[in-house]
């Protein structure tokens, strides 16, 4: 029950991220504890897996921007968008 209420509200802290207009990326630091309550909280090798790309989506910084196409250029947020879903998914699924 204590890990629910966790990853509720870290859930609410990656959906403030993804809403709010003027998240930069240093504002996607905060992710830090989703990630961690969403690692200890997601059983599935599918959602370990999943978790692990989102995380990789997230953490990644392309030296040269500019180089790469506009929609690979949006990385965290569907990073972000991804971790959001998983923790949707934990909290939401039948017991």
Do not use: C
Not at 51 to 73: D, G
């Amino acid at each position: 029950k204590n890990l629910n209420e966790i990853v509720a509200l870290t859930s609410v802290v990656t959906l403030s991220l993804i809403v709010n207009p003027f998240s930069w990326q240093h504002h996607f630091v905060w992710l830090i504890l989703p990630f961690i309550a969403a690692y200890y909280a997601f059983t599935k090798k599918t959602d370990k897996v999943l978790l692990v790309i989102a995380y990789i989506l997230v953490v990644w910084n392309f030296p040269a921007p500019e180089t790469v196409p506009v929609l690979v250029r949006s990385h965290v947020l569907f990073g972000t968008i991804l971790l959001w879903l998983l923790q949707m998914r934990f909290l939401f699924k039948k017991k």
